[in-house]
Nanobody
Framework: QVRLVESGGGLVQAGDSLRLSCAAS????????MGWFRRPPGKGRAFVALISASGSGTFYADSVKDRFIISRDNTKNTVYLQMNSLNPEDTAVYYCAVSKTGIASVSSDNYSGWGQGTQVTVSS
C-alpha cells in the first residue's frame, strides 16, 4: 500500500504563488507516474498535471498550463506542484495520486492511490 501526504495548501490572494508537496511512502516511488487533481467547491474532481516516473514527461490541463509546474524528487519520494498567478478559479482541494504504472494519465481511473487532499483558497 502506498501512503501519500499532501501539504502546502492555504489561503492566498489572487496573483500569489503556492507550492504543494506530496510525500510518498510504502512503494518504490521512482517506478510510478504521479498526478495532481483538484476538486473545486461543488464540482467533481478534475485533472491538473501529471509527471512520468523519471520526471522527463509532464502534461497539464489547459486551465493551468503556463502557470503551474509539476516536478518530482525521487531521492525524497516527493512530488511538487508549483502554482503561480493563482486566481479564485483555482480554489479547490488538491489531491496527489500515484499511477498504476510508470506512465501517468489524465484519467483518475489509472491511479491506484490518493492522498487526503490539501485545501487551496484564492481570494480576489
Amino acid at each position: 500500500q502506498v501512503r501519500l501526504v499532501e501539504s502546502g495548501g492555504g489561503l492566498v490572494q489572487a496573483g500569489d504563488s503556492l507550492r504543494l508537496s506530496c510525500a510518498a511512502s510504502g512503494r518504490t516511488f521512482s517506478n510510478y507516474g504521479m498526478g495532481w487533481f483538484r476538486r473545486p467547491p461543488g464540482k467533481g474532481r478534475a485533472f491538473v498535471a501529471l509527471i512520468s516516473a523519471s520526471g522527463s514527461g509532464t502534461f497539464y490541463a489547459d486551465s493551468v498550463k503556463d502557470r503551474f509546474i509539476i516536478s518530482r524528487d525521487n531521492t525524497k519520494n516527493t512530488v511538487y506542484l508549483q502554482m503561480n498567478s493563482l486566481n479564485p478559479e483555482d480554489t479547490a482541494v488538491y489531491y496527489c495520486a500515484v499511477s498504476k504504472t510508470g506512465i501517468a494519465s489524465v484519467s483518475s481511473d489509472n491511479y491506484s492511490g490518493w492522498g487526503q487532499g490539501t485545501q487551496v483558497t484564492v481570494s480576489s
